[in-house]
């Protein structure tokens, strides 16, 4: 397998991972299931898109925890993290804040303070998100 199709292969894989699969989701587990050692597979990703297989990671994780956060109306750090399957809550929020400049907290109360807004208001986000998520739960 050429190194592009193994980058590629890779970043599917990563793209493709639901939140509480990626705790468990590193570069030796990426190189197990892809048939190749993590160097290879390190240089293959490094090789085929602008930053490291890790910063890929790290960035997904980001990106789970704010769907989380802003679709799943999780608005816990805890919550949310426990989801994900992520014991280190301190590095997780360091990275983040050095990432994103804020806590996951703080996206936290601001999504909260929107949605209680939204839902004192009866904003029709608010209400087809009710609708949708009572249907839901009485088709169970």
């Given at each position: 397998?050429?190194?592009?199709?193994?980058?590629?292969?890779?970043?599917?894989?990563?793209?493709?991972?639901?939140?509480?699969?990626?705790?468990?989701?590193?570069?030796?587990?990426?190189?197990?299931?892809?048939?190749?050692?993590?160097?290879?597979?390190?240089?293959?990703?490094?090789?085929?898109?602008?930053?490291?297989?890790?910063?890929?990671?790290?960035?997904?994780?980001?990106?789970?925890?704010?769907?989380?956060?802003?679709?799943?109306?999780?608005?816990?750090?805890?919550?949310?993290?426990?989801?994900?399957?992520?014991?280190?809550?301190?590095?997780?929020?360091?990275?983040?804040?050095?990432?994103?400049?804020?806590?996951?907290?703080?996206?936290?109360?601001?999504?909260?303070?929107?949605?209680?807004?939204?839902?004192?208001?009866?904003?029709?986000?608010?209400?087809?998100?009710l609708k949708y998520h009572h249907?839901?739960?009485?088709?169970?």
């Open positions: 397998m050429t190194q592009k199709k193994l980058g590629m292969k890779a970043w599917r894989i990563i793209i493709h991972s639901r939140p509480s699969e990626l705790a468990d989701l590193n570069v030796t587990e990426l190189a197990r299931r892809l048939g190749t050692t993590p160097a290879n597979l390190s240089r293959a990703v490094s090789n085929t898109s602008h930053c490291t297989l890790g910063r890929h990671l790290e960035l997904k994780r980001f990106h789970a925890f704010e769907v989380l956060v802003i679709c799943y109306k999780i608005h816990s750090v805890k919550k949310a993290l426990k989801i994900m399957g992520i014991e280190s809550e301190s590095h997780f929020i360091k990275r983040y804040k050095a990432h994103r400049g804020r806590t996951p907290g703080q996206l936290c109360r601001e999504q909260r303070k929107d949605w209680e807004e939204k839902k004192r208001n009866k904003h029709p986000e608010y209400l087809s998100w249907y839901r739960f009485d088709a169970m």
